[in-house]
């Protein structure tokens, strides 16, 4: 396969929202490519008309009764957050 | 660690044992909690095995653990009593619980995991939460934030990994018993390389409702013990159907341990031939064709059989494990917990800094390829093609399991390597689990046992069985464990 070039890492690095410095972007970049590099025999074993497996057991979608259950306990919970504001957790603006 | 001390039969006893002395009043729980927690004391500065030590808590799980070995309350179960240890992946409340990661330094979860709250319930006294490999990626616990875990068995060397932690600290008598996660391997390498018995059950049986997620489809939890019955009998204790896990299924068996004294006369055995790659090490080939012989002497049926699609196995694992991985990951966002950034002007900012500056190395870089994998225009190119190779290799091995009751491999391709040694090739560092990657794609049962040595460190021996054949591959390790000594070696600390 063709190399990651800078842009592709960036770009990644946007879809995950992981800020990284340039010297980790190229690490990243020179990494990445020597690991795809090696899954390319995959495209060898031919699949058509296979079915994907997305998990090994046959688990459905499992539905609780709607009955109401003891919640976590409020202070356990926003003992976390890094900005508090009594019984709110602070963000930064979503929009500029 | 020249000298071998002289508790040492008290330190490597098996759980089965102490609950022995606990029942014959030989010995209380407070007394050997606090003699377990004198050993961690002494042994962590050159190990490094815990993250997170909770003495009080401890002594206090023990004294209620006593009361209840002394008739009054509730019936006592396997592991009354039983010191342990939990990775450090596992939800415990009130216990600091942060996946070996800066991002959740200081997080205190609100609530126990099933797994935590069924070793609580049965009386287990839990002595802290071990070290690993972050958010259990990696081969050799060297990614930990908190530094990495040395091998008992030459401190020079890793433990393998993830459950790098548990497995050095049952290797070296910090712990009777630890529970790990695995998800290519992280219980069974490990155990392989500190010389301890380490199981990962048929996907399902253990709920994973507060281990925190790796790769959903692929992460079961396991014990790591001194011997196969222990490891049945702690099985028994943490395997449920759980409501909160959708995927958790009721064991098709009452008792892990049913078969663990029966012979394996007659057992037919495959050897998958692409197990033995070309880069295992002679020493390892060597305790593997003695073990195959072993396992002859006892009657079992060994023949070689042929899974080519192992092959791909490794590609198929490094697309699906890093792209639930880089979904599961994406809730650390530095806002409801964890390491925040406060001083960016926007909210995408300060979760990108958050992200760039809690993460490490090793998990930015799964982050990355599973994010990439599953990216427009890349998505049925990888991460669709690995799901169906998954099928076809899942059909690989039930088509094994129309001849064999089971399969047996070495665990790693090698001994404990040094510490360092494989942190600068990503792929190297892959290449140690590719004896164990398949069960997990597979989400086959499969236990390792101290298979041999080789020079002067452990060698393990994987047996893999078929969907629910939990108990027949405790069975044929229990066997093996019988005829051979190597779990009754120690390493000198």
Redesign the interface.
């Known amino acids: 396969m063709d190399p990651l070039t800078p842009k592709d890492v960036e770009h990644i690095a946007q879809l995950a929202y992981i800020k990284l410095t340039d010297e980790e972007s190229e690490n990243m970049r020179v990494q990445l490519t020597n690991i795809l590099g090696h899954f390319a025999s995959l495209s060898s074993v031919e699949t058509d008309g296979v079915e994907a497996t997305g998990h090994t057991t046959d688990s459905n979608t499992v539905m609780r009764k709607d009955e109401p259950q003891p919640p976590l306990d409020q202070e356990d919970v926003l003992r976390n957050a890094p900005d508090r504001d009594g019984e709110f957790v602070r963000v930064r603006p979503v929009l500029e | 660690m020249t000298t071998q001390s002289t508790n040492s039969d008290f330190y490597f006893s098996t759980a089965r044992d102490l609950r022995a002395k606990f029942d014959g009043r030989e010995m209380s729980s407070v007394e050997a909690t606090k003699a377990i927690l004198d050993r961690i004391s002494s042994l962590e500065p050159a190990l490094n095995t815990f993250i997170t030590v909770t003495p009080e808590r401890a002594l206090k799980d023990a004294e209620i653990a006593d009361q209840r070995l002394r008739g009054t309350g509730q019936e006592p179960t396997s592991l009354t009593g039983v010191p342990i240890m939990l990775k450090d992946n596992f939800s415990t409340?009130?216990v600091e619980t942060t996946a070996a990661s800066k991002i959740l330094k200081?997080?205190?979860p609100?609530?126990d995991g099933t797994a935590v709250q069924l070793l609580k319930d049965a009386g287990a006294v839990i002595l802290g939460k071990g070290n690993l490999d972050e958010f259990a990626m990696g081969s050799s616990s060297e990614t930990s934030a908190y530094g990495p875990v040395h091998n008992p068995w030459d401190t020079d060397r890793v433990p393998g990994g993830s459950s790098g932690g548990a497995s050095a600290a049952v290797a070296s008598g910090e712990c009777f018993i630890a529970f790990g996660s695995d998800t290519g391997g992280s219980i069974r390498q490990p155990a392989a390389l500190c010389g301890v018995v380490g199981m990962k059950p048929t996907?399902?049986l253990v709920s994973r409702f507060g281990l925190l997620a790796f790769g959903s489809?692929l992460d079961q939890i396991g014990p790591l013990t001194r011997s196969v019955a222990d490891c049945a009998d702690a099985l028994n204790i943490i395997s449920s159907h759980d409501?909160r896990d959708?995927?958790s299924?009721a064991a098709p068996f009452t008792d892990f341990a049913q078969d663990i004294d029966k012979d394996i006369s007659g057992m037919n055995i495959g050897v998958p031939k692409e197990y033995l790659v070309d880069g295992i090490e002679p020493g390892v080939r060597a305790a593997f064709e003695a073990s195959l012989k072993t396992l002859e002497d006892l009657g079992a049926n060994i023949s070689e059989t042929s899974l080519p699609?192992t092959?791909?196995a490794?590609?198929?694992y490094?697309?699906i494990a890093p792209s639930e991985a880089?979904a599961n990951l994406?809730r650390y966002?530095?806002?409801?917990?964890?390491?925040?950034s406060?001083d960016?002007?926007?909210?995408?900012?300060?979760?990108?800094?958050a992200?760039?500056?809690g993460?490490g190395?090793e998990v930015?870089?799964r982050?990355?390829?599973g994010?990439?994998a599953l990216?427009a225009g890349y998505y049925d190119?990888?991460y669709?093609?690995?799901?169906?190779?998954?099928?076809?290799i899942?059909r690989e091995f039930t088509d094994a399991f129309l001849k064999f009751d089971a399969l047996v491999t070495p665990t790693t391709p090698g001994v404990a390597f040094k510490i360092g040694d494989k942190m600068d090739d990503?792929?190297q560092m892959?290449m140690n689990d590719i004896c164990t990657i398949p069960v997990n794609i597979?989400?086959l049962p499969s236990i390792s046992v101290p298979g041999g040595m080789s020079e002067g460190l452990p060698v393990g021996l994987q047996f893999i069985g078929p969907?629910f054949g939990d108990t027949t591959v405790i069975r044929a390790a229990a066997a093996y464990e019988r005829a051979t000594n190597w779990h009754q070696k120690h390493p000198l600390i």
């Open positions: 409340k009130d200081g997080y205190i609100p609530y996907y399902g489809s409501p959708s995927t299924v699609l092959d791909h490794l590609a198929v490094y697309i880089s994406s966002d530095g806002v409801k917990y964890g390491l925040g406060l960016n002007s926007t909210s995408a900012q300060a979760t990108e800094a992200r760039g500056e993460f190395d930015k870089r982050i990355f390829l994010t990439y990216s190119a990888y669709k093609k690995a799901q169906q190779v998954r099928t076809l899942r990503p792929f892959y597979a989400g969907q």
